[in-house]
């Protein structure tokens, strides 16, 4: 038996409880890891509270990401005592996840922990951060390069926005990051942000093409606030979006893209090939301070994580939740 998070839908309703699950219960998979850390993301917010339809299948243990040792396995690449890492794959949604004490898993999906990072710096990266450096590549791709001028982050506070500032401040960007959360001026400064800007500018519906500014974007927002970023990047330049908080819609006009070039780039991690998940990760470790890491993250116990996605959903939590299932 171990402990684990899991989420139950029946007659009785939709619900999440900590609680004790058998070794047997646990799915298919070739590679079995004793989880030391998982995280908490905006996807396992929507999952554990219901708030949105991410499980999509029941029972489910949620946690999109983990970190732990290869207890048992009969793949080739991974033997008993490796290090190992997974980020998305549908974990969480389909399989079951990381917010619990084992996990079975298909060895495909994961990674070798990257060398230079302890187990829980790993997870205070986690997806969050991982979609980041995705995002980021993402930018360098389609030229721009931090003599081009400013790159806006949207949700500057959260998981995503804040590793992009941090990454994107120490490769050199001038770094302006949008939050609704003025008091966490000094925060965003600390990570690298040039400049603090007032969400609010871009939530509301706004004009088809508005003034030149950015050279660049890291967008974990959509809906308004996709559209409105993209109508005032500058000529050529480029939008990376990963994230719906705002909402999955996109009230925006095809102005930016035809007259002035823009390209909207989609960001998908969750299932990125492998190769881009290696070179995102190796990128992590060069182009990212990990003294950052502690500012931008808190660790919980499993106990704590049900009534922290709740705040999570709230908009009350800041940067990244790493979560030590063992207590």
Known sequence: MFKGILIEKDDAGYRANLTDIDEAQLPEGDVTVAVQYSTLNYKDGLAI??????????????????????EHSSNPEY???????????????GHWGGLAQKARL???????????????????????????????MALERHG?????????VTGANGGVGSVAVAILAKLGYTVVASTGRAAE???????????????????????????????GAVDSVGSHTLANVCATTRYRGAVAACGLAQGMDLPASVAPFILRGVTLAGVDSVMCPRPD??????????????ALLELITHEIGLSEAIPTAAELMAGKVRGRVVVDVNR
């Open 79 to 93: 033997k008993v005592g490796d290090a190992v890492v997974l980020n998305g794959w549908g974990v969480g949604e």
């Open 185 to 215: 001026a000094e925060y965003l400064k600390t990570l690298g942000a040039a400049e603090i800007v007032d969400r609010a500018q871009f939530s509301e519906p706004g004009r088809p093409l508005g003034k030149e500014r950015w050279a």
């Open 106 to 136: 298909k060895g495909d999906w994961l990674v070798p922990l990257p060398k230079g990072f302890t187990p829980k710096q790993a997870m205070a990266i986690g997806t969050a951060g991982y979609t980041a450096m995705l995002c980021v």
């Open 277 to 290: 998940r290696l070179e995102a990760w190796s990128r992590l470790a060069r182009d990212l301070d990990p």
């Open 49 to 70: 509270t219901g708030k949105g339809p991410v499980v999509r299948k029941f029972p489910m243990v949620p946690g999109i990401d983990l970190v732990g040792t290869v």
């Open 144 to 152: 721009v390069t931090p003599d081009k001028g400013e790159v806006l």
